[in-house]
């Protein structure tokens, strides 16, 4: 069935240090979005890419689908504490909308 | 701005028994799904609805899972015999549109199951 996976599944940073995640589907997806989970709260929703090949940057994240629209990334810059949380990705296939495995990042002051 | 929001916070249930999570999804939204997250684990769909019916669902909506949409403004997520695996943190979210749209989550309920 449909998977998607997001490597690291944990990620320990120095503060000021560039965080990465990686998110891999077993199907082409028709977009993907990017949450993020703080501890103990829900997903919130951060950006969606829907083109082939799209980068989009949010302050210090610059996010990117791939070109066959199956993987997608997250690139944080000079991480701060306040980037501490699950980073999920997630997108559609047909009607269902799965989500990624998740990376869980630690940001050590 | 507006929120989806979920009751209770916090549900505590004897295995066996039924139970119903309740939510009130973001009143203009027209897409409304139920996601359930395991401790520690990822966020799994559960189900989608749309136009008072479900568009669609996964392997966990077993026939002991039910949603009902009663009024203009609840969406309601049934457990009929829940079973101990079903101990999860259960979040209602909605959109305005399917696909390709942003989802907002409720705070979810903690579900735990004895």
């Known amino acids: 069935g449909q998977q998607v996976m997001q490597i690291p599944q944990y990620q320990h940073v120095q503060e000021g240090e560039d965080f990465t995640t990686y998110c891999n589907s077993s199907t082409t997806l028709s977009n993907i979005q990017w949450y993020k989970q703080r501890p103990g709260g829900h997903p919130v929703f951060l950006i969606q890419l829907v083109k082939s090949g799209e980068v989009k940057k949010q302050k210090r994240l610059t996010f990117q689908f791939g070109e066959a629209k199956k993987n997608s990334s997250l690139h944080i810059t000079a991480t701060q504490t306040t980037d501490v949380g699950t980073y999920f990705c997630?997108?559609?296939?047909?009607?269902?909308?799965?989500f990624g495995t998740g990376t869980s990042l630690t940001v050590i002051p | 701005e507006p929120e989806v929001t979920q009751t209770p916070s916090h549900q505590v249930t004897q295995m066996g028994q039924e139970v119903i999570l309740r939510c009130v999804p973001i009143?203009?939204?027209?897409?409304f799904y139920w996601y359930r997250q395991i401790l520690g684990q990822k966020v799994e769909f559960l189900v989608s609805?749309?136009?008072?019916?479900?568009?669609?669902k996964s392997e966990i909506f077993d026939d002991q899972f039910s949603v009902e949409r009663p009024d203009g403004s609840n969406f309601t997520l049934k457990i009929r015999s829940t079973k101990l695996e079903d101990s999860a943190m259960y979040f209602c979210?909605?959109?305005?549109?399917?696909?390709?749209?942003?989802?907002?989550f409720g705070d979810g309920t903690r579900l735990s199951i004895l």
């Open positions: 609805f749309y136009n008072n019916e479900i568009s669609e």
């Open positions: 997630g997108g559609n296939t047909g009607n269902q909308f799965y």
């Open positions: 009143s203009n939204h027209l897409y």
């Open positions: 979210a909605s959109s305005s549109l399917e696909g390709n749209q942003p989802q907002h």
